[in-house]
């Protein structure tokens, strides 16, 4: 059982290229997130997805768009990247609705630097 | 809207001594409250959860309590050991509200 699977893990870029960073999950779950961890500043969510076929920013969305392929798999592209892009991103998921409050899944992270 | 305060760290402790870490939360409602662990190069994973006011979460030795009173869901264990050392996040969140609300985690290190 994979859970929660990330790629890359690791990547570096020069400033202005684009990159999609992949997530995929195998849990069945409805619910998608992307965040951003940054020293000091903890987690921060840039776009989730509440369903299929949904997508909503979350607090830092600015340089990011996500796709929300299927229920399995919800990607997030970087279309110009800066160097305050620069952080370890985490995907995460979940099963929402009335199945009760249940605590979110994560992948291992991508470690992305940017030059 | 909802937030969730930590107490600051890092937190560093000799192994077996007793661990708290402080949470309180900000929220309408009855959220369900979490907490997850972080070890390095990883990413979170749940501890311990709460779904209701004075429910008690419990895993590895750790327990917290949902006090609905004082807004709190402190983290303790009785005797830590290195292996626990590792970034702790308190978070909450409400039914069918989409989206998690996390603190900003405390840092953990046990010492032998």
């Known amino acids: 059982n994979a859970g929660v699977t990330q790629t890359p893990k690791f990547q570096v870029l020069k400033t202005g290229q684009s990159m999609t960073l992949q997530c995929a999950q195998d849990m069945n779950h409805n619910s998608m997130y992307w965040y951003r961890q940054d020293p000091g500043m903890g987690l921060r969510l840039i776009y989730y997805?509440?369903?299929?076929?949904?997508?909503d920013k979350g607090e830092v969305p600015n340089g990011y768009n996500v796709s929300r392929l299927n229920k399995r798999e919800f990607s997030l592209r970087l279309e110009s990247a800066a160097p305050s892009q620069t952080s370890v991103y985490f995907c995460a998921s979940t099963r929402q609705g009335d199945h009760g409050n249940q605590p979110q899944h994560f992948g291992d992270g991508t470690r992305l630097s940017i030059l | 809207g909802d937030s969730v305060t930590q107490m600051e760290g890092p937190v560093t402790l000799s192994e077996e001594a007793f661990l708290t870490i402080n949470c309180t939360y900000t929220?309408?409602?009855?959220?369900?409250l979490f907490w997850y662990v972080q070890y390095p190069g990883e990413g979170l994973q749940l501890l311990l959860k709460a779904t209701k006011a004075d429910d008690k979460g419990s895993n590895k030795g750790f327990e917290a309590t949902y006090r609905k009173e004082t807004t709190s869901f402190h983290l303790e264990k009785g005797s830590v050991q290195v292996s626990d050392s590792a970034v702790y996040f308190c978070?909450?969140?409400?039914?069918?509200?989409?989206?998690?609300?996390f603190g900003d985690g405390t840092t953990l290190t046990v010492k032998p």
């Open positions: 978070a909450l969140t409400h039914t069918n509200a989409g989206k998690s609300t």
């Open positions: 929220a309408t409602g009855y959220p369900s």
């Open positions: 997805s509440a369903s299929e076929g949904t997508t």
